[in-house]
Nanobody, 114 residues
Framework: QVQLVESGGGLVQPGGSLRISCAAS????????MAWYRQAPGKQRELVAT???????YYVDSVKGRLTISRDVADNTVYLQMSSLKPDDTAVYYC????????WGQGTQVTVSS
């Protein structure tokens, strides 16, 4: 079973930047569209961004122009570069395939606050 391990979260001020990572225990990026999701306190988990096997990206409107998804196939790692962060971006961030095929990792907490 593939394990997904998210890391890199933390506390950042509004307008700041952060890069979070998701390491997979084996190479899955050639087979699956990968995605970042987030879950804010009291809210349902929501899709944030996706990246296909050929590298095509998609973003929900609320993060367009501020978040960038990328991946390193050789390292089995997918990244989410976040800039111009807002308090509304505060959430636990998770990665998974677009079909949420894999078991969820523990996520990484991103807190945007002054």
């Amino acid at each position: 079973q593939v394990q997904l391990v998210e890391s890199g979260g933390g506390l950042v001020q509004p307008g700041g930047s952060l890069r979070i990572s998701c390491a997979a225990s084996r190479n899955i990026f050639n087979c699956y569209t990968m995605a970042w999701y987030r879950q804010a306190p009291g809210k349902q988990r929501e899709l944030v961004a996706t990246i296909t096997k050929d590298g095509t990206t998609y973003y929900v409107d609320s993060v367009k122009g501020r978040l960038t998804i990328s991946r390193d196939v050789a390292d089995n790692t997918v990244y989410l570069q976040m800039s111009s962060l807002k308090p509304d971006d505060t959430a636990v961030y998770y990665c998974n395939s677009l079909t949420t095929y894999f078991n969820w990792g523990q996520g990484t907490q991103v807190t945007v606050s002054s």
